[in-house]
């Protein structure tokens, strides 16, 4: 039997690292669980789109037709406004936009899409990262190298000491941020300085916003890989991608609805491409995204439900464990002062609560893996249940081992 050689390099999933992690660990039978281990949203989906996604005299037309790869006019058009108000960037919505079912698959298939394939190719990654960066350049036939975001950075990727041969061999750069775990906002500065290396050394930069929308000051916004071409002169944003959804930013993630923008010559091969996929986004899923995007109060209110939940169990943890806390998104990344699995085993066992160990979320470097003695928690239940088990998180720490 033949198969895809490059499977073979492919890692298991996080989640599923964490069962096997924990499959013989008996949860504390006094107490009810909270999973805080993956990332999704909790928060109700708005309930304007429920509306539009129930309507059965429109759903009966939507249903009966192919979609266009491209998404309708109507969709790109709102796009491009939200990006306008958001980030004070126009974008034509015939040739600038793609809408996508979420990021997840846009991020894998970008790289099928862009990677020459040519042995020793490189694509740059963060480390900790979402893991989907890395099987997408594995699957592309290129190599992952990772630039790591640990602790001694601030948490902040680092590409000065990287050598001119490794940027040669370089074909695309997944930037995140908000980043997940780290919940760092890259700096317009070094979005900048990124941009003008692609120049210098000829590869794309893949720039993943999907938590632009989560964010703590409101006074400063994440800024947009489009803002920091923009303003650096570069208006057709060449060699720049970024990657929304709305599955945080308005608790869809089941609509499974994002979109990509930037650089229009790599879009209309990235559209090509897309045709062949097969992965246009279904009538009513676009109609009900372009209200999505053109609404913003519901994502206000989204903001809010994160910062009082941050507050709340900022100051119960405090004092029982270093808080970095984020820029952005809805994760602490946590250092926990120990051996990131067995925290997570211990955690479970004892208080019934089920965290992300760090090191599944990263690779062992020549530095170290940045995600060990760290654990991802991702503070997207209720407010009681992430109070409740901070609580528990808090009583974890104060246990004397
Ligand atoms: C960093 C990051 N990128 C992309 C995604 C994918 O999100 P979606 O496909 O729902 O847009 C996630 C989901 O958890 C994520 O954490």
Redesign the pocket.
Known sequence: MTFNPYFSELQQYPFEKLRQLTADVTPNPQLRHIPLSL??PKHPPPEFVIDALSNREALAQQLASYPATKGSDHLREAIAAWVQNRFDVALDPGAEILPV???????FSIAQALLSGAPGSQVLVPNP??Q?YEGAALLGGAVPAFVNNDAQHGYQQDFTGIPDEVWQATELVYI?SP??PTGHIMPLQQQQELIELSHRHNFYIAA?E??SELYFDEANPPPSLLNASAAMGNPQHERCLI??????RSNL?GL???FVAGDAQLLSSYLQYRTYHGCALPPHHQQASALAWSDEQHVVTNRALYADKFAAVSAILAPHYTLHQPDG?FYHWLPVGMEDQEFCRLLLGEQNVTVMPGSFLARPTSQGNPGAQHVRVAWVANMEDCIEAAERLAAFAKTPR
């Open positions: 990332g999704e079912n979420g990021t997840r698959e846009a991020l990262f979402y989907i995140c980043g997940n993943d999907c938590y990657f929304h959804s709305l599955s945080k993630p499974r609805s994002g998104g």
